[in-house]
């Protein structure tokens, strides 16, 4: 188990900013997650770390949102999910830790980039399903590399115009059976050992508060401050998660 005072100064709100997102309160903040742990453990040791605590806030509110979910939708998403956790699992697998780091303070930036200059709206015309196939693909990969896989489906799924229920519950079911499809490869990576799930087991309750915290805000605060925040740490982090790659 992890024992290092500043790793939890990192961990902590990173884990509670996940359950916030999970919540459906400020969703996307999630992406921050790994991005801000890994700033002082590698970042597939902080993939690892999060696998447990993303299940098991996608199991807490999966009961409530899985019947409203989209299932027809859902059975074009999720293999295209798959193909790109699969992705994930090869380009983990081959490419050093440190151009990992690089891959994931990149695609951290370009979706605060993303967000900035072109924010998903509800009110544009319905994509095309192969932009659902790729950003779905991209969603996976993501996901597999850095637990970010709300940004780019979000991008294909927010202007099919859900309803509100009916999008979270959607999202919870393509991210519970994404994030399963995790365990095994992470476990032939060597990610999944018992320190690892020691850490996990101990910033447990930090998840469930974030989750807990975030049912009670969406319904009382604007996120607009918050927003601003977390992206402003996405960037810092992002960006020193690529100088050290580049370094």
């Not at 002082?40 to 690892?48: F, K, N, R, S």
């Not at 990149?106 to 399903?129: I, S």
Request: aromatic share 12%; net charge positive.
């Amino acid at each position: 188990m992890i024992t290092e005072p500043m790793f939890y100064a990192a961990a902590v709100p990173a884990v509670f900013l996940m359950g916030l997102s999970k919540s459906g309160f400020g969703a996307g903040f999630g992406a921050l997650a790994v991005p801000l742990m890994a700033l002082t453990i590698p970042v597939p040791q902080a993939a690892a770390v999060m696998l447990p605590l993303l299940c098991l806030a996608d199991f807490s509110g999966l009961a409530a949102l899985a019947r409203h979910a989209d299932w027809r939708l859902l059975r074009f998403l999720i293999p295209a999910g798959l193909l790109g956790s699969l992705i994930g699992w090869a380009s983990f697998g081959m490419l050093p830790v440190k151009v990992v780091a690089g891959i994931v303070g990149a695609v951290t930036l370009l979706f605060v980039a993303l967000r900035l200059f072109f924010p998903p709206k509800a009110d544009v015309a319905t994509p095309h399903r192969g932009l659902g196939w790729l950003l779905g693909t991209a969603s996976g990969y993501t996901s597999f590399i850095a637990h970010a896989g709300a940004p780019p489906i979000s991008f294909y799924v927010l202007p099919l115009k859900l309803e509100p229920l009916r999008f979270s519950g959607t999202m919870a079911v393509f991210f519970t059976i994404v994030n399963l499809s995790k365990w095994i490869p992470y476990w032939q990576l060597g990610l999944i050992d018992l320190g690892n799930l020691g850490t996990s087991l101990a910033l447990g309750p930090v998840v469930l508060a974030g989750v807990w915290t975030g049912v009670r805000l969406a319904s009382r605060v604007k996120p607009t401050l918050f927003y601003r925040l977390v992206m402003g740490g996405m960037v810092v982090s992002g960006g020193k998660l690529l100088w050290d790659a580049l370094k």
